[in-house]
Nanobody
Framework: QSQLVESGGGLVQPGGSLRLSCAAS????????IGWFRQAPGKEREGVSC????????NYADSVKGRFTISRDNAKNTVYLQMNSLKPEDTAVYYC????????????????????WGQGTQVTVSS
């Protein structure tokens, strides 16, 4: 069974850091574009970051630029989201998603188009 599993969420104080992981099972993340999304209560799902299948292209929402870093380790079949200088407004459920794009050297942050989705991990930033 092909699935994505997020981990690493939790409660952190403002200014703190967390590293989220997105591990794939049942398939290889090679040739897959990965996106990280978040959804806060009462809000629409927001694209946070994405990374191309090679890892050479990354993109960030303006709200997290300079604070979050996306990376991938294809040998471990895992994608990471390092989140630093966290703010209360970063509180949300974070999801990773994947879509296979063999010949494309790009990524995108819109939810439509991604095929596999994880179950989400809660991130709460509060003092």
């Amino acid at each position: 069974q092909s699935q994505l599993v997020e981990s690493g969420g939790g409660l952190v104080q403002p200014g703190g850091s967390l590293r989220l992981s997105c591990a794939a099972s049942g398939f290889s993340l090679d040739y897959y574009v990965i996106g990280w999304f978040r959804q806060a209560p009462g809000k629409e799902r927001e694209g946070v970051s994405c990374i191309s299948n090679s890892g050479g292209i990354t993109n960030y929402a303006d709200s997290v630029k300079g604070r979050f870093t996306i990376s991938r380790d294809n040998a471990k079949n895992t994608v990471y989201l390092q989140m630093n200088s966290l703010k209360p407004e970063d509180t949300a459920v974070y999801y990773c998603a994947a879509v296979r794009m063999v010949y494309s050297n790009t990524c995108f942050k819109t939810p439509v188009g991604y095929v596999y989705w994880g179950q989400g991990t809660q991130v709460t930033v509060s003092s």
